[in-house]
């Protein structure tokens, strides 16, 4: 089943809020093409983990990272990484949906102005092509110019993946995407997963198990900042190897 | 006995709170009050586009064209002295500045809040103005540059600490929304944070503009006081507020010069409420759309 | 989903980053530059007067009252006068304020009625200062007969900073939990004697906190009692609240505009102002300090 190269090798990895660790020694690796999912009790540091992959966490104040998290075989916390570049490639779509107070298409053009992209036909096209691949097309096409803020949450979190998609990134994160949706927005959500890993190296935090099993290939168990258990998801929801992730998976805890 | 008790507190409290509105009218109603007689002398359209103002003349004219005029001449300089600076050093404290500066930076800033009006005037006679006149080798320093430039600091902490808060309400999903995607801190701040908090910094603007427009005692001391259309910065100018406070010493009680200072204070009123009630307007709707109230 | 055979639509451009990091650089220049010009304004206005002022003072300047023509001696008489009116001034707003602030945080049904309260408190607090001035003169001065006097002055410097008050104590009010008031009404008390008992002294310090910063704003107000307290001089100091009264801030504006001995008399308005502004600076620094030390203790 492992033919797909690592894109991500994570190794020996600690991470610190000032005095207290965070995360401790994780090892593992994130395959190409393939869905990862992080599962564990709230507090076990799945989220932490996910943010430093874009070094998103750089924002804390007080935070420390040791230990290397290789992508296609460079540190990205290596002094001469590019942070913009490294968030560029690896894509993130947050908890909550975090639309700017724009209008929809001007949402989707934000990452491609960034880098001095002004060709108006280029922009439309990233736009259209963006919003399809979200799945979104077709509810907003009539509304573009309108503010993304009048969306449903479940809208709002899909403009929120396209914005991500149109700065064409290798890797996306997804930080608990469906935690402030409805059971219909979630299921949307997790189809346009299954559909966008064709293309995308894709990790997904979730609390949600039946989710992560529904929608990935590897799934890791977090707890208490250490990693339990890395494997095919199938095994590790039906032969787990270590016992605390059977207790979980059981409901005996989280 | 106790309900009756409670009922008598209740009923202290809302008769209290009714004061500032008791108050507001009330300087409505003296504004209107002595104010409006001056129009038996003088036509409406006169006293606003009148070009001259010789209050004290055998034949006195009441022509307010040019304070109007000053008054708005030192509040544009003043804003592009006091916005600029105000929102910059917003932008620092509120982006820029770590936790240890913070600390230091906001505190300055309420100082230069705190320092009296007429301290600032003081300071505008004696340094700024001997200053300006050297620089543009004018007659006298006491001009409409000085009073822009001294009245742009002193509006500086009032723009800077609204435009603080207004940035205080930019959610943080905005910002790591733009990170995430690869945008560096100025792209951030330039194209997400500013955009989000922009009602709430024209807001700011707009009240650092009323409290221009207000502020009388620096003014009085720096503008240099002639009555005359102005025409050029470095010109003495006599603003609104100062005409009041100058001349209601001298002013017979009773007589047309007296109620033309009040409608002056008409004037005045009016302008800041338009300020006032704009600046509301816009930071409701501001909230709104960003999902604060509700 | 998607059209494979539609080719994507090319790399975006990445040129751009080396300008994106000038431009960076530039902006955060220009930012640092603000703060910098404001700090430096703040700076000079301090040194000025200090160093300039720092030779006025003297034991005599703050117990003696002015002599010859005021170009010698002291400046008691304003400095009492200037405590007189700001005292007066709280006397006047704080009951005001306070029960405003109360009705609105403890009592207030919502509604019409409280929204235009709120629009009074918000455009009162933008009226000019030279507005209440005229106010106090129509209405203190000569309808209500106080005359030029502290009586008059405090009045309308009080109305001035009630806007002030009243929102320091909604802060202060809103700030004390919701759970302390449950506590209190659940154990059968009152709402008067909740608020009394519980929620007021909760709120006490930052009310306190608002107060001392109105009080440096009473104090260096002058636009105000310019026709309704002030007088350019005094022989001793006020003796009753009907007398009119000499103030720091009216007398730093009367030596610079009205002296007849430039010199001299700019050397007591250095020193006068000086002294203005170590009143109302360390009136604001103790606030400030205790605001930040209350936020500690709030946690937020």
Request: with cysteine; net charge positive; aromatic share 10%.
């Amino acid at each position: 089943m492992d033919i797909n190269p690592a894109r991500i090798s994570v190794e020996n990895l600690n991470f610190y809020y000032g005095n207290k660790q965070a995360l401790k020694n994780i090892n593992l690796n994130i395959f190409e093409k393939k869905v990862t999912a992080i599962i564990g009790p709230s507090g076990c540091g799945k989220s932490t983990f996910i943010r430093l992959l874009n070094r998103m966490n750089d924002l804390v104040p007080g935070g420390r990272v040791e230990g290397s998290i290789l992508l296609d075989g460079s540190d990205i916390n290596a002094p001469e990484a590019d942070v913009v570049d490294i968030r560029r490639r690896v894509g993130m779509v947050f908890q909550k949906p975090n639309p700017f107070a724009k209008s929809i298409s001007q949402n989707i053009s934000y990452g491609l102005e960034l880098e001095g992209s002004r060709k108006k036909d280029f922009i439309e096209r990233k736009i259209e092509e963006s919003l399809k691949k979200a799945a979104l097309w077709e509810e907003v096409k009539d509304r573009l110019d309108e503010s993304a803020l009048g969306l449903s949450g479940g809208q709002q979190q899909r403009l929120c993946i396209a914005r991500c998609l149109a700065v064409e990134p290798e890797v996306i994160l997804f930080d608990e995407p469906c935690a402030s949706l409805d059971p219909i927005s979630t299921k949307k959500i997790e189809e346009l997963i299954l559909e966008l890993k064709k293309d995308y190296t894709i990790i997904i935090v979730t609390h949600n198990m039946q989710q992560a099993a529904r929608v990935s290939d590897y799934t890791a168990f977090m707890y208490l900042g250490e990693l339990v258990e890395f494997g095919h998801t199938e095994k590790v929801f039906t032969v787990p190897k270590e016992k605390r992730t059977e207790e979980y998976l059981s409901g005996k805890f989280g | 006995m106790s309900r009756l008790k409670e009922k008598i507190y209740r009923w202290l409290f809302t008769a209290l709170a009714f004061s500032s509105l008791l108050f507001l009218v009330g300087i409505m109603a003296v504004l209107f009050k002595e104010g409006l007689p001056v129009f038996k002398e003088v036509s409406p359209a006169n006293f606003i586009f009148g070009k001259s103002w010789y209050p004290t003349y055998s034949v006195p004219e009441f022509g307010i064209l040019p304070l109007i005029l000053a008054s708005l001449w030192v509040t544009a300089g003043a804003v592009a002295v006091s916005v600029p600076l105000g929102i910059g050093s917003a932008l620092y404290i509120h982006e820029l500045a770590g936790k240890k500066q913070k600390a230091v930076l906001k505190p300055l800033i309420e100082m230069l809040a705190a320092i009296p009006s007429i301290v600032f005037g003081f300071f505008g006679m004696v340094v700024v103005a001997p200053f300006l006149q050297k620089v543009f080798a004018i007659p006298t320093g006491l001009c409409g540059l000085t009073a822009s430039v001294v009245l742009g600091i002193m509006a500086i902490p009032t723009v800077s600490s609204l435009a603080d808060d207004a940035l205080g309400f930019v959610p943080r999903s905005f910002k790591e929304a733009s990170y995430a995607l690869g945008a560096n801190r100025w792209q951030t701040l330039y194209k997400v944070v500013i955009p989000a908090a922009g009602s709430g910094i024209s807001t700011a603007i707009i009240l650092g503009m009323s409290r221009i427009v207000g502020e009388t005692m620096t003014v009085l001391m720096v503008s240099g006081g002639a009555a005359v259309m102005p025409s050029s910065f470095l010109q003495p100018m006599r603003p609104l507020t100062s005409t009041i406070a100058a001349e209601m010493g001298e002013a017979a009680m009773g007589g047309t010069h007296y109620h033309a200072l009040f409608a002056i204070g008409l004037v005045l009123f009016l302008i800041t409420l338009v300020f006032n009630v704009a600046a509301e307007v816009i930071s409701r709707r501001y909230r709104i759309k960003l999902g604060l109230n509700r | 989903m998607q059209n494979d055979k539609v080719p994507l639509s090319g790399k975006i451009k990445t040129a751009g980053k080396l300008k994106n990091k000038i431009v960076q650089n530039i902006g955060f220049i220009a930012l640092f530059a603000a703060i910098l010009i404001t700090l430096f304004f703040l700076g000079s206005i301090i040194y000025f007067i200090a160093s300039r002022g720092a030779g006025a003072l003297s034991w005599e300047f703050i117990t003696q009252g002015p002599r010859r023509a005021m170009t010698q001696g002291g400046v008691a008489p304003a400095i009492v006068g200037t405590l007189y009116l700001t005292l007066g001034a709280v006397l006047v707003a704080l009951p005001l304020g306070l029960s405003t602030a109360i009705y609105l945080c403890e009592y207030s049904p919502g509604g019409l009625l409280v929204n235009i309260i709120r629009t009074s408190i918000n455009n009162l607090a933008g009226v000019p200062s030279v507005v209440f001035g005229l106010f106090g003169l129509s209405v203190f001065v000569k309808l209500f007969g106080f005359g030029v006097s502290i009586l008059s002055g405090s009045l309308t410097l009080g109305i001035l900073i009630l806007p002030g008050i009243i929102s320091a104590a909604q802060e202060a009010l809103i700030a004390v939990p919701r759970s302390i008031r449950e506590a209190s009404l659940a154990l059968g008390a009152t709402q008067w004697q909740t608020i009394r008992k519980t929620v007021l002294p909760a709120a006490l310090p930052g009310i306190l906190t608002g107060v001392i910063l109105s009080i440096g704003r009473a104090a260096g107000e002058t636009a105000p009692i310019l026709f309704t307290a002030a007088t350019f001089f005094s022989r001793g100091y006020p003796d009753s609240v009907f007398s009119e009264t000499m103030a720091l801030p009216y007398h730093i504006y009367a030596l610079m505009t009205e002296g007849t001995h430039p010199v001299e008399q700019t050397a007591i308005a250095y020193g006068s102002s000086l002294l203005l502004l170590l009143l109302v600076l360390s009136v604001s620094a103790v606030a400030i300090y205790a605001r930040q030390s209350q936020r500690s203790v709030y946690g937020h």
